[in-house]
T-cell receptor
């Protein structure tokens, strides 16, 4: 069964600290893996998108890594800011699986001052 | 970057009425658009795939007669919730597909509350 599992479910960190969010998937084969940020009451916004041949991709303070062999991805946030408080969703694209996108349940990050 | 808008951003309606939600790609054309619903603290659930000029493809368990989708142009798709009931209250999000990766760009969402 194609699944995307994220951990932790929620996380609280102090402003200025770094954190890493995890994503494990069982989707195979897949086209690409995406990380989205979703603020409360808003639609998701794309942070990074990686194909199976890419190992890392950065977008400002956000760095995503991908290990296609172990089917794991991580999203590292550096020097967190209050505005980073949001839900971070890992999404795998696998058109061959019959479903365009497979969503993880997200990690809720709270950054406190 | 690619921008997708939704209108309205929120709507409150009485049970039994119909509500139309618009999804527009503002700076690109999208052959394919998607409609999702999201319940509190849950992930997005795909409802249907909307293709310009053809009938939408609905996910299993989604009533096509209740959730009417029209993709009349390459920049506009609409979702009409017919005979709305309180259990239809949810956050509805659309997305439009474009680019090399067939990346989906999401709208800001529409909060529907049915009284």
């Amino acid at each position: 069964k194609n699944q995307v599992e994220q951990s932790p479910q929620s996380l609280i960190i102090l402003e200025g600290k770094n954190c890493t969010l995890q994503c494990n998937y069982t989707v195979s084969p897949f086209s690409n893996l995406r990380w989205y940020k979703q603020d409360t009451g808003r639609g998701p916004v794309s942070l990074t998108i990686m194909t199976f041949s890419e190992n890392t991709k950065s977008n400002g303070r956000y760095t995503a890594t991908l290990d296609a062999d172990t089917k794991q991805s991580s999203l590292h946030i550096t020097a967190s800011q209050l505005s980073d408080s949001a839900s971070y969703i890992c999404v795998v694209s696998a058109p061959q699986a019959g479903t365009a996108l497979i969503f993880g349940k997200g990690t809720t990050l709270s950054v406190s001052s | 970057g690619a921008v997708v808008s939704q209108h309205p951003s929120w709507v409150i309606c009485k049970s039994g009425t119909s509500v139309k939600i618009e999804c527009r790609s503002l700076d690109f054309q999208a052959t394919t658009m998607f409609w999702y619903r999201q319940f509190p603290k849950q992930s997005l659930m795909l409802m249907a795939t909307s293709n310009e000029g053809s009938k939408a493809t609905y996910e299993q368990g989604v009533e096509k007669d209740k959730f009417l989708i029209n993709h009349a142009s390459l920049t506009l798709s609409t979702l009409t919730v017919t005979s709305a009931h309180p259990e239809d209250s949810s956050f509805y999000i659309c997305s439009a597909e474009t680019g090399y990766y067939n990346e989906q760009f999401f709208g800001p969402g529409t909060r529907l509350t049915v009284l």
